[in-house]
């Protein structure tokens, strides 16, 4: 499903200090959110918030908690998978600062 992707897209964005399930669910519902359709944030929160139980069981999963009751990030200290999703973050980000060019004024002058 479309949300998986988004919660590790999310995750990756906000890197080592890790986000609540609340907030996660709450950008999850804003990337959702459309001018002709709405989901339901309970439903978003309960799925984000199974979603991060159930991959944050072992030590070896692609999530953790951060140790702060309800917050979660990405392990990248045991799991490779993760960090290089990171890797691919950071690689991405670079390449769209590098394609970003400064705005040229074309507009004619009219008091010459």
């Given at each position: 499903?479309?949300?998986?992707?988004?919660?590790?897209d999310i995750l990756m964005e906000v890197g080592e200090k890790?986000?609540?399930?609340?907030?996660?669910?709450?950008?999850?519902?804003?990337?959702?959110?459309?001018?002709?359709?709405?989901?339901?944030?309970?439903?978003?929160?309960?799925?984000?918030?199974?979603?991060?139980?159930?991959?944050?069981?072992?030590?070896?999963?692609?999530?953790?908690?951060?140790?702060?009751?309800?917050?979660?990030?990405?392990?990248?200290?045991?799991?490779?998978?993760?960090?290089?999703?990171?890797?691919?973050?950071?690689?991405?980000h670079r390449i769209d600062e590098k394609e970003e060019k400064?705005?040229?004024?074309?507009?004619?002058?009219?008091?010459?």
């Amino acid at each position: 499903m479309t949300y998986d992707r988004q919660i590790l897209d999310i995750l990756m964005e906000v890197g080592e200090k890790g986000i609540s399930v609340q907030l996660l669910a709450k950008h999850v519902y804003n990337r959702n959110s459309t001018l002709f359709f709405t989901p339901d944030l309970i439903d978003i929160r309960n799925y984000v918030q199974q979603y991060l139980l159930k991959n944050s069981k072992s030590p070896l999963s692609l999530i953790e908690a951060t140790g702060k009751r309800g917050f979660y990030r990405l392990n990248t200290q045991n799991n490779s998978d993760a960090r290089q999703l990171m890797i691919e973050f950071k690689e991405s980000h670079r390449i769209d600062e590098k394609e970003e060019k400064p705005a040229v004024d074309l507009s004619l002058d009219l008091f010459s």
